[in-house]
Nanobody
């Protein structure tokens, strides 16, 4: 079982920055993959960035060069640094954890709202 708590969302002007945090209730090195997703009402949830237990990272094309995912193993926290924000980045951002063994399990946080004004 993993509890995920997101924080750091808010209202920011276009071109600004925000840092989202996802605090996990267990050692993040025991989680195969932690990702940030976002969802706009009426749309499917989409992957923004993810980091594996081996520290491999991946990003959606729309955020490459602007967003950075990182982790702090001491506090079991995964961060999403978002720079050069655009109005189209406005969404609810969710933290996701995937554990593959002994069985595949997926966990979600409750989300944090990010609003970028033009």
């Amino acid at each position: 079982q993993v509890q995920l708590v997101e924080s750091g969302g808010g209202l920011v002007q276009a071109g600004g920055s925000l840092r989202l945090s996802c605090a996990a209730s267990r050692n993040i090195l025991s989680i195969n993959r932690v990702g940030w997703y976002r969802q706009v009402p009426g749309n499917q949830r989409e992957l923004v960035a993810e980091i594996t237990s081996g520290e491999t990272t991946d990003y959606a094309d729309s955020v490459k060069g602007r967003f950075t995912i990182s982790r702090d193993t001491a506090s079991n926290t995964v961060y999403l640094q978002m720079n050069s924000l655009k109005p189209e980045d406005t969404a609810v951002y969710y933290c996701n954890a995937v554990i593959t063994r002994p069985v595949l399990r997926t966990y979600w946080g409750r989300g944090t709202q990010v609003t970028v004004s033009s």
